[in-house]
């Protein structure tokens, strides 16, 4: 219904709403909207144009053009309730606005930048100055250098200088002789043409001339430098050079071959190792080892059955025991006896009581180890060089004695010294002690073990040594 009604309106007054519709619209987008006089269809036309171009004009100007504009002729007519010009500043000019507070907001931020920027390099510009004046202070050397290397560059200044003025000046003289010649070559006949470019011909070739006698005024320079570094360096005292001598120098050189060399042997010997790891054995050589393990056995059992010397019981109640050979041919029962007196590696050392029990056993395991009656210097120098002590599942060195006095407080020892005492009376909380104390891991010798499985009174090293052990203790601890 809506529609058939709009359409029989429109139909009668079709052309006068038209033309009211434009009118309308040029008086909604012009700018002076004072109510005048009717003016002909042609003049309305023509304003209407105008009112359009200036309204497409409003989006190129400025923000603050266009707000003197819209608020010189402010019109009557209102939307939506509002005065038409505020409308138009909201559609028109709050773009321009915000590309403006925006430019204004960059322009403050690069300001901040710049300041930050110019604070740091001051800052940097300080600290640069602050570091060479501690250098300066440190080396007054440095002063003298930097003295004379400003010098050297005010020197070089000057000539490189000296070397362009006398450049310009060649070339003014070159150009003033030109224009004479050319002056004079005006008022000479045609046929002085010919000389003058022969003239002409003739300059060029002086120029190159010039130009080349400057590049080797440029080399003249770059030699002249040393002779003024020269002159300057003479002023200097000669100093001693610091050295070092022939044979420090050569120790060290030494002993860096001898470490390369000792690497290059581990590596070799732990590609070796690595390599190795898969071995075939022959069954003769299982044979032989089980034939030795018996061997061994059965020599063991031909030692225990030997009466022990009273001499060895009267002479010393203490004992310490060595272990010189390892476990090749070894029977499991020599092993389980050498376990027995904690002796479970090859060069440690375990003080004992000289009792009936303890040298049957060391009869019996006589090749493998090496026993004797310690003084008392050498239990001092055992316990205070190789001690180590067993506490709360630990080994701990002897150097702090709250150790030894919460271990062994309740048997009155609170100290080294007490400890030494116990070992070397034989006292009666020696076995506590030496369960306190490890195995002394002591050194091999410096000189090779000889006949290790024959008996010291045979020439050896093996078995009872009496008061020499001290010796084989100094030389191993």
């Not at 036309?45 to 603050?64: A, C, I, N, Q, V």
């Not at 322009?107 to 600290?127: N, T, V």
């Not at 071959?257 to 898969?278: M, P, T, Y």
């Not at 009267?314 to 041919?329: A, E, M, P």
Request: glycine share 4%.
């Amino acid at each position: 219904m809506l529609k058939t009604v709009i359409g029989r309106f429109g139909r009668r007054t079709g052309i006068r709403t038209s033309e009211r519709t434009r009118l309308s619209t040029s008086k909604r987008f012009s700018t002076n909207n004072k109510p005048g006089i009717e003016q002909d269809t042609n003049g309305e036309k023509s304003e209407m144009l105008t009112h359009h171009d200036s309204y497409r004009d409003l989006d190129k100007l400025d923000f603050m053009t266009a707000t003197k504009i819209l608020f010189t002729t402010p019109p009557k007519n209102k939307k939506f309730g509002l005065d038409f010009h505020l409308v138009q500043l909201f559609f028109v000019c709050l773009p321009s606005l915000a590309v403006y507070l925006v430019a204004q907001y960059a322009r403050h931020e690069m300001k901040k930048m710049d300041a930050e920027l110019e604070k740091r390099q001051i800052e940097e510009s300080k600290k640069l100055k602050a570091t060479e004046e501690e250098v300066l202070k440190s080396n007054p050397h440095l002063l003298e250098v930097k003295e004379r290397l400003e010098s050297l560059e005010k020197t070089v200044s000057e000539i490189v200088t000296e070397s362009k003025n006398q450049r310009d000046m060649k070339v003014l003289k070159q150009n003033e002789n030109d224009q004479k010649q050319r002056a004079s070559s005006t008022a000479v006949e045609p046929s002085s043409n010919k000389q003058a470019s022969n003239k002409q011909e003739t300059q060029q070739v002086e120029n190159q001339k010039a130009t080349q006698d400057g590049s080797t005024s440029d080399a003249n320079f770059i030699h002249q430098i040393p002779a003024v570094l020269l002159t300057i360096m003479a002023d200097e005292e000669p100093k001693s050079l610091d050295y070092v001598n022939e044979i420090v120098l050569k120790k060290r050189k030494n002993n860096e071959d001898w470490a390369i060399r000792r690497r290059e042997q581990l590596q070799q010997r732990v590609k070796k190792s690595k390599s190795d790891n898969f071995v075939i054995k022959k069954p003769e050589q299982f044979i032989r080892e089980y034939r030795d393990r018996e061997i061994d056995l059965i020599k063991m059992k031909h030692r225990a059955k030997r009466p022990i010397k009273s001499s060895s019981l009267s002479q010393s109640k203490l004992l310490f025991v060595i272990r010189i050979q390892g476990k090749t041919d070894m029977h499991p029962q020599t092993r389980k006896l050498l376990y027995s007196l904690r002796l479970r590696r090859k060069f440690t050392g375990v003080f004992l009581k000289a009792n009936d029990r303890n040298l049957e056993v060391l009869q019996k395991v006589e090749p493998y180890v090496a026993y004797g009656y310690p003084n008392l210097k050498s239990v001092n120098e055992l316990v205070y060089k190789k001690g180590l002590a067993k506490f709360n599942k630990q080994l701990c060195p002897l150097t702090d004695n709250n150790i030894i006095e919460q271990a062994l407080g309740e048997h009155k020892i609170i100290c080294i010294e007490d400890v030494v005492n116990e070992i070397a009376n034989v006292g009666p909380h020696f076995k506590e002690v030496c369960h306190f104390l490890c195995p002394f891991s002591l050194n091999k010798p410096e000189k090779a073990l000889q006949g290790k499985k024959k008996p010291f009174r045979d020439g050896g090293d093996s078995g009872n040594r009496g008061d020499q052990i001290n010796d084989l203790v100094s030389k191993m601890n």
